[in-house]
């Protein structure tokens, strides 16, 4: 059978599909964030900034931009966590 898809590729391309699902949701969570918290991990993970950098952006001394990285983390810890058990539990 020519047309037929390899394993391999099937695969690849459910893992793509997975990895693109997944980034949909971090990035709804992520917009539930209050605006100093997803300020603070949006410049620091996608536009790879140094919590320097941060500080100099939003005015913010740099112990305070470690500590909205570290409150965002948890609290969108804690939303997808959520989320994941809402989903398993029937």
Sequence with gaps: MKDAVPDTQMATALDQLEEKEIAGIVSGELLTLPDKYRTALTLFYTEEMSYEEIGEITGLPV???????????????????????EEVTP
């Design 63 to 85: 112990g305070t931009v470690k500590s909205h990285l570290f409150r965002a983390r948890t609290l969108l810890r804690e939303k997808l966590v959520t989320r994941l058990r």
